[in-house]
């Protein structure tokens, strides 16, 4: 468990239990001993289910987990994932975080799978975005890789993306590209460089400047974007972003590119139901 990790757990605990659960600690005794069992009440994608293990562990270390079902599996309604056994008060303490951490990632790798079928066939690979719940990021990039998706960054410090914005303040395209090429060989950093295009004309200056890793191409039709692949020849990697549903998605792939990035993996995304209930 990562300290980043820990530190996670340990602000959760602080927001869910404060100065303690009085419900638990009033009609539980101390020495009452227990399981539980987690109940899949929807078909999905497991996940989280080592992030389940940590949160456990951290609070109770003598807490005994028993896994029959491994993150990334599919699971249906019914299906027991694991059974966790210990002092009773461990067990109640513990249920409700570990059940939003849980619903919310195997919420997050049940539509990411969806997704990744969908491309089934194709070369192109669904990535995830920015767009993600605050403080909870790391737990739904890695439900993205469960259900069988890509990171794209984990945050604004593993790559460079030179977005609309940043090219509008940096005074155009190749103003943005070479400002970027000259800070990483300034700062001695080895980071790729993504550039997003909105037009066409905004393509032909990334392909005169050159030196970048990929090119975003930001809501073209699937025509376009066709048009675009061909124009782009295979020398950069291609990302289609913006305007891009579950419909429409196959349709964008057929055109040949690279990856496509969804926002809806996580920024709006359905729990799986499940319950944490005493064997």
């Not at 990562?2 to 757990?9: D, G, V, Y």
């Not at 303040?169 to 000259?182: E, T």
């Not at 675009?228 to 291609?238: P, S, T």
């Not at 969804?262 to 064997?279: E, I, Q, R």
């Amino acid at each position: 468990m990562t300290k980043e990790f820990e530190q996670l757990i340990s602000l959760w605990f602080a927001e869910d239990i404060g100065d303690g659960d009085h419900t638990t600690l009033s009609c539980i005794p101390e020495t009452a001993t227990g399981k539980s069992q987690l109940i899949i009440k929807e078909d999905g994608i497991l996940a989280g289910v080592e992030v389940a293990r940590g949160i456990f562990y951290a609070f109770d270390p003598e807490l005994k987990m028993t896994v029959f079902i491994p993150d990334g599996s599919p699971v249906k309604v019914g299906d027991i994932a694991f059974v966790v056994e210990g002092k009773i008060q461990s067990l109640l303490q513990t249920e409700r975080l570990m059940l939003n951490i849980m619903q919310r990632m195997s919420g997050v790798a049940t539509r990411t799978n969806q997704y990744v079928k969908a491309l089934e066939g194709t070369k192109t690979r669904v990535l995830d975005t920015r767009k993600t719940t605050p403080g909870l990021r790391l737990l739904e990039k890695e439900a993205v890789k469960i259900g069988g998706g890509v990171n794209h960054r984990v945050g604004l410090y593993d790559m460079i993306l030179l977005k609309d914005n940043h090219v509008d303040f940096a005074g155009g395209i190749s103003n943005a590209i070479n400002r970027a090429k000259d800070y990483l060989k300034k700062k001695g950093k080895n980071l790729k460089i993504e550039i997003e295009v909105r037009s066409f004309d905004e393509l032909a200056q990334v392909m005169a400047v050159g030196g970048v890793d990929r090119i975003m191409l930001d809501n073209f039709t699937p025509e376009d974007t066709c048009k675009a692949v061909e124009i782009i020849g295979g020398k950069y990697e291609i990302e289609s972003s913006g305007g891009i549903t579950f419909d429409t998605l196959k349709t964008y792939a057929s055109c040949g590119v690279d990856f496509i990035s969804v926002g809806a993996l996580t920024h709006s995304v359905k729990s799986l139901d499940m319950s944490f209930k005493a064997v």
